[in-house]
C-alpha cells in the first residue's frame, strides 16, 4: 500500500479493476482481503486528493469573485 | 389669311378669352414640383414640370400659385397626409384652375392637392429604390456584418441641436449599470434634402477611422415627421447597406420605414431605443459573462461531486461484492456439503444395492446352475435308455437275422446236395454203357479190348460185337478210313 | 450243447463262423444238423441273455425315474 | 457300486464314458446290465450332490439375506 | 456196398473220382459196369443222409421259431 | 472365510469372479455349495464395511453441521 | 489432514474433485469415510478462512467509513 504515486485516474481504474475481479469471481477468497485493503487504500488515496482539489477550487472562485 | 392686325393686348385678351372659354373649370393636373416660394404674405409661387419618362428632359413648364388663405389649408392637410413636406422635387395631382394674364402670361392658380397621388409616387419611388439595392445586392449587406457581442464605441451621425442627441448620449453615458460606452458624434443636417449628402459625407469621415469603432447609430430625435422623404434615398442607402459597420438606426417615427432603416443592421424607432438596444447589449452579455462564471463553478462543483461519489460508490459497491462474494462462496460450501452428504448416501447407497444385486444374482445363477446339471443328468438317464433300447433292439435284429441265415443256408445246402446228387445221377446214367447199348449203339472188341481205331485191326481179325442182349462174332473183311 | 458258459459275444462270434462256414460249404452234410442245432441253441442262449438284460435295464431304469 | 467317494464331476466324466460306448456298441450285452446299473447309480448320486447342494446354497443365501 | 461207413463227403469224393475215371476212359466196360454200380450205391447212401439231414434240420428250425 | 483382511474392491472382485465361475460352470457341483458359502462371507462382509462406513461418514456429517 | 498450508482454492478444488470421485464410483468403500472425512476438513478450513477474510474486510470498509 506504499505507491502514493499512483495519479487519481490510475487509482481510479485499478479500482475498478479490482471490483469487476471481484465481481467476476476472478479473486481467489485467500486474495479478497489483501485486495479489498488495496482498494480501501486507493480510495482513501482519491479521497486525499479530491478534497485536496476542492479547498484548492474553491480558493481560487473566492479570489476570483472579489 | 387675315390681314387684321391686332395689338398686343387684344391678342393676349382674344387667348385669354379662348383660354377662358376652353377652361372654364379648374383642371386636375399631374406635374413635379421644379421650384417653389412662399412669400412674405404667405402665397406660395410655384415653377411646375413634366419630364420624359426615363430622362431629366423637360418636355413642359409652366408657373402657378397657390393663394396664400389655400396654401394655408392646403399644405399642412397635405404634409400631415403623406408625411412628407411639400416642397420642390414632389409629383402632385392638383386642381388648377388655367390663367391666363394679359402681362404675365399663362400661369396655373392651384386650388387644390391630391396627397393620394403623391403618396403613392412617393411609395413607388421607395420600391423603385429597394428594387434598385436589391438589384446591386446590397440590400442586406449591413445586416450581414456581426454587431460585436457589446458595441462600446459608437459613432454617431446626427444634428448636434438635435434634442434627441443629448438625451441619447445621456442615456448611455449614465446607464445604470455603469457600463462605458466610448461616442463621437459626426454631425449631419438630418432633414430637407441636404440630409441625404451630409449623411453620406458623415459616413464617409467615419469610414476613415472604421477602426475606431463598433458600430454607427444614425439617429435624429424629436423632428416632425413630415421630414423623412430624405432618408428614401437611393445614394444614402446604398452607402449605409455597404458600410463595414454595423448600422443602427433612430430615426424616430412610428410610420412605415424609411429605406435607410431596412438597409440598417438594426433599426430602432427612436434614439432612446438605440440606446436601450446598446446598453441591453452590454447587459446581456454582462449577464451572460455571470451565467458563465456560475455554469463553470457548477461544473467544478459537480465533477468534484461526481468523484465523490464515485468512490462513496466504488466503496459501496466494494462492500456489497465483498459481501456477495462470501455469500457466495458459503453458498458453495454449504452446497458441497450437502452434495457431500447427498452423494455419499447415494454412493453407499448403490453399493446396498450392488450387494443386493449380487446375492440375487448368486442365488439366480445357482439355481441355474443346479437347474442346468439337473437338466445334463436327466438327458443323461434319457441317453442311457435310448442307447440301450437301440442296443437291446439291435442284438434282437441280429439274433432275428441270425435265425433267418441259418434257416436259409441250411436249407439252401440241403437243396444244393440233392441237386448235385441228381446231376450225378444223371450223369451216371448217361455213362452206363447197358444205357447206351439200349439206345442201338454197340461195342466192338479185339482181343477182349475195346476197338477204337481202323488202324488196329487188319483184315481177318476175328472182332466180338457186344449189343445190349448178347453177343455177336465176326472177322473182318474190309476196312476203310474215314475222310476227314 | 452243455457249455452254457459262453458269454454273449463269444456266441455271437461262434454263430458267425458257423454261418460263414455254412455259406462257404464248409461244412460236411453230415456235421449241418449238427451245426445248426448248435447255432439254434446260441440263439435261443443269447436271446435269453438279452431277455434277461432287457428285463434287468427296465428295472434299473424304472428305479431311476422314480 | 460301493465307491461313493467319486466327484461329481468324476462321476458325470463316467457316465459320458459309458454312455459314449454303448452308443458306439463296445459294450458286450453281458455287461450292458452292469453298465446301465452303473450310469444309473452315477446320476443318482449326482442327483443326490446336486439337491444336497442345493438345500446347502438354499440354507446360505436365506442366512445371507436376514 | 457194405461200408456204410463212409461219410457223406468221402462218398461224393468216391463218385466224383469215379465219374472222373469214367470220363478219361481208364475204365474198362467191365469195370465200369462195376463202377456206375458202386456210384449209384454211393449216391444212394448220400440221399439217405440228405433225407435225414433235411428232416432233422427241418424239425430243429421248427423248434428253434417257437 | 478367516481373511477379514480383504478389501471390500477385492471382495467384489472376488464375488464377481465366483459368479462368473457358476455361470461358466466352471465350478464343480462340489464346490459350489462352498464357493457360495465363500460368496455369502464376502457380501456379509462388504455389508459389515458398508454399515461402518455409514455410520463414520453420518458421524463426520453430523459433527460437520454442528 | 495436518495441511492447514492449502489454499482456498486449491481447498475447493480438491473438495469438488472428491465430489465427483464419490458421485462417479471411483472411490473404494474402503477409502470413502476418509475422503469425507477430507472434505468436511477441507471444508471447515474454507469456512474458517472465509470468516476471517469476512471478519478483515469488515474492519476495513469500517475503518475506511470513519
Known sequence: ?66 | MSDQQLSLFELQRQVKGSLDDTFSMPVWVKAEISEMTVNRSGHCYLDLVETEPGTDNVIARCRATIWSYTFRMLKPYFETTTGQVFTEGLKVLLHAKVEYHEVYGFSLNIRDIDPVYTLGDMARQRREIIRRLEEDGVFEMNKELELPLVPQRIAIISSPTAAGLQDFLDQLHNNPHKFVFYTKLFPAVMQGNEAPGSITKALEQIFEYEDLFDSVAIIRGGGAQIDLACFDNYELAFNVAQFPLPVITGIGHDKDDTVIDMVAHTRMKTPTAVAEFLISGALRFSEELKELEKHFTELVNDQLEENKNRLNDAADQLNHLVNQMIVSQQNRLNIARIQLANRSAAFLKNQITELKQLSTETRNRTVRYVTIQNHQLEQSGNKLNFAFRKQVFKNKSLLQQFQNLIKFRSIETIKTEKKNLNLIQEKLRLIDPQNILKRGYSLTMLNGKILKSVQLVKEGDLIETRLSDGTVESMVEHKKLSDQ
Chains 1, 3, 4, 5, 6, 7 share one sequence.
Request: proline share 0%; net charge negative; hydrophobic share 40%.
Open chain 1, 1 to 66: 500500500m506504499a505507491t502514493k504515486k499512483v495519479t487519481y485516474k490510475e487509482a481510479i481504474t485499478e479500482i475498478e479493476e479490482i471490483l469487476e475481479k471481484i465481481e467476476n469471481e476472478e479473486l481467489d477468497v485467500d486474495e479478497l482481503a489483501e485486495q479489498v485493503n488495496r482498494v480501501s487504500a486507493l480510495i482513501t488515496i482519491c479521497k486525499d486528493k479530491l478534497h485536496k482539489t476542492e479547498a484548492e477550487v474553491e480558493k481560487i472562485l473566492k479570489d476570483m469573485n472579489q
